[in-house]
C-alpha cells in the first residue's frame, strides 16, 4: 500500500510544518478507521481512529494548556502523576522537556486525548565530570549527553553556565551504544559536596556479578554495588535488566557507588494497551523487517507504514523519530514514522515554533503595552517582541485576559530557556 499522504509533494507547496503534521495525522487516522473498518490494521480493533481505547504514550512534554507530548494533547485535569519513585505528585511538578509515560486514550483525530496516569523520570542525575560546548555535549558519570536546539535549561544558562564538579539532572533520550540526548538540564548544586540529596541513573544493568545482597554491575557508565542496605523493588536483579537507581553521593576508592534503592522497570506495554505513540532514539536495528527499539520500546514496522519528514532508508541507530501504530502481542506495529530533524525557527509565520502553550494570559504589567514584554499562560513565562504575529483579533491591548493559543521557540539567557512567542491567536 502507498504512503498516505505524499510528504514530498506537501513540502513543495510551502505548508507550515504544524499543518503538515496535522494533515498527516489526520489521514493516518482516517486509513486506520478504513483498515479497521474492513477487517485490517495488524490484527489490532482499537484504538486511535476508533476512539483510542487503552493508548499508551512516551516522550517530551513540549507545552501545556493540556500535557502536550508527540504533538497530542492529552487533558491531565483527571490524570493521576507519579514521580519515578512512584510516589503521588501533581500536574504542576511537570516542566518542559520533561520524559513522561502517559496512559490513557486517543481521539479519533489523533490530535487529543485524555490521560489518566502521567509518570515523569529523569535519565541521570550526578556530577559533571567535563563540558564541550563547541561539540554541544555535557558529560555526566562519564556518560556524554548530547543538547539540541531545543533542550530546556532550568536555572542556568545552558552549557555556558555548568562546570565540572556540578550537579545536574539530566532528562533524555537514550538510544544506541550509550548515546543521550537531553530534553531538559536542571542543575542542583554549583559542587558535590554542596548537594544533600541522592545521585540516580537509569537504564540496563550490564556485567552483573557477585552473590545478593552483595552484587555488581554496571548502569550506562556508573560501576553500582549493593550491599544488605539496598532495597530492591518490582523485580529481581538479572543480566539486562531495566532498573532505576537511586545513589550514594560519595564514590569508592575505585570509582563505584553504592546503590541505596533499585527499582525494576519494564521497556513493554501493558496488557490493556491497544495504541502506542513512542518518542526517542532508533536502536537495535538491523533491517525493516526486523524488530528495533525507540527509547527502549519494541518496534516493528507495519506493511503500511508510512514516513513523515524522511524516508525509510533514514532509519538506523541513533536516529531520532515518533512511531505510532497499534500494540500487537507486545509489540508496537508501526504505521507511521516521523522524523524529527527540523530547524528551531518558528517557520515563517510562526506556526512551526517546538513548544506550545493554551490558557488565559496574564500581562506582567496591565495591560500589556511595551512593544516587547513578558506574559504568563499556564505558569510558563513568554516573552513578546516586535517579530511576535499577532493573529484573529488577539492584539497586544486585548492580551491581557484573553484566553489564548501560542506557538514559542527557546533561547538562552542568565536565568535558563526562556521562551520566545512566534505566533499568538485565540484559544479556539
Not at 544506541?176 to 540529596?197: K, N
Not at 527499582?263 to 494497551?273: A, G, H
Not at 500487537?328 to 518558528?346: S, Y
Request: with cysteine.
Amino acid at each position: 500500500m502507498p504512503s498516505t499522504i505524499d510528504q514530498a509533494s506537501l513540502r513543495a507547496t510551502g505548508m507550515p510544518v504544524l499543518w503538515r503534521k496535522r494533515l498527516a495525522r489526520l489521514a493516518v487516522a482516517g486509513l486506520s478507521a478504513a483498515l479497521l473498518a474492513c477487517g485490517g490494521g495488524g490484527g489490532s480493533s482499537a484504538g486511535v481512529g476508533t476512539g483510542g481505547t487503552g493508548s499508551f504514550a512516551v516522550g517530551s512534554v513540549s507545552g501545556f494548556g493540556s500535557v502536550i507530548v508527540n504533538g497530542v494533547h492529552f487533558d491531565d485535569s483527571g490524570a493521576d502523576v507519579f514521580d519515578d519513585d512512584g510516589n503521588r505528585s501533581s500536574s504542576s511538578a511537570l516542566g518542559l522537556g520533561m520524559v513522561v509515560e502517559i496512559r490513557g486514550s486517543v481521539d479519533d483525530d489523533g490530535l487529543a486525548g485524555t490521560a489518566q496516569s502521567i509518570s515523569y523520570y529523569s535519565e541521570l542525575k550526578g556530577p559533571v565530570t567535563a563540558v564541550d560546548a563547541g561539540a554541544g555535549t555535557v558529560t555526566v558519570f562519564g556518560e556524554v549527553v548530547s543538547v539540541t536546539a531545543t533542550t530546556v535549561f532550568e536555572g542556568v544558562a545552558g552549557l555556558a553556565g555548568i562546570a565540572v564538579g556540578n550537579v545536574v539532572e539530566v532528562y533524555g533520550l537514550p538510544g544506541a551504544s550509550g548515546t543521550l540526548v537531553a530534553t531538559r538540564i536542571e542543575r542542583e548544586a554549583l559542587t558535590v559536596g554542596a548537594y544533600d540529596g541522592e545521585f540516580r541513573v537509569r537504564g540496563p544493568l550490564t556485567g552483573l556479578s557477585g552473590t545478593a545482597p552483595d552484587q555488581r554491575f554496571t548502569v550506562a557508565s556508573v560501576t553500582v554495588t549493593t550491599d544488605a542496605g539496598t532495597e530492591v523493588e518490582d523485580g529481581a536483579l538479572v543480566e539486562g535488566a531495566y532498573v532505576s537507581v537511586r545513589l550514594a553521593t560519595t564514590a569508592a576508592g575505585d570509582g563505584s557507588y553504592m546503590a541505596t534503592r533499585i527499582r525494576v522497570k519494564t521497556r513493554s506495554y501493558d496488557d490493556d494497551v491497544n495504541e502506542a505513540e513512542v518518542e526517542g532514539l532508533v536502536s537495535e536495528f538491523t533491517s525493516p523487517d526486523a524488530p528495533f527499539k525507540v527509547n527502549g520500546y519494541p518496534v516493528q514496522l507495519g506493511t503500511s507504514v508510512s514516513y513523515e519528514d524522511g524516508l525509510a532508508g533514514d532509519l538506523a541507530d541513533g536516529v531520532r523519530v515518533e512511531v505510532e501504530g497499534s500494540v500487537v502481542d507486545g509489540v508496537l506495529i508501526a504505521r507511521k514514522v516521523e522524523f524529527e530533524h527540523e530547524d528551531d525557527d518558528g517557520g515563517a509565520d510562526g506556526s512551526d515554533a517546538p513548544f506550545e502553550f493554551k490558557g488565559v494570559a496574564t500581562c506582567s504589567t496591565t495591560p500589556c503595552s511595551s512593544p516587547s514584554g513578558t506574559f504568563e499562560v499556564r505558569g510558563v513565562t513568554v516573552h513578546y517582541d516586535a517579530l511576535t504575529r499577532f493573529e484573529d483579533g488577539v492584539t497586544l491591548a486585548n492580551l491581557q485576559g484573553s484566553n489564548v493559543e501560542v506557538k514559542a521557540v527557546s533561547e538562552i539567557d542568565s536565568s535558563g530557556t526562556i521562551f520566545r512567542a512566534t505566533r499568538i491567536e485565540p484559544n479556539d
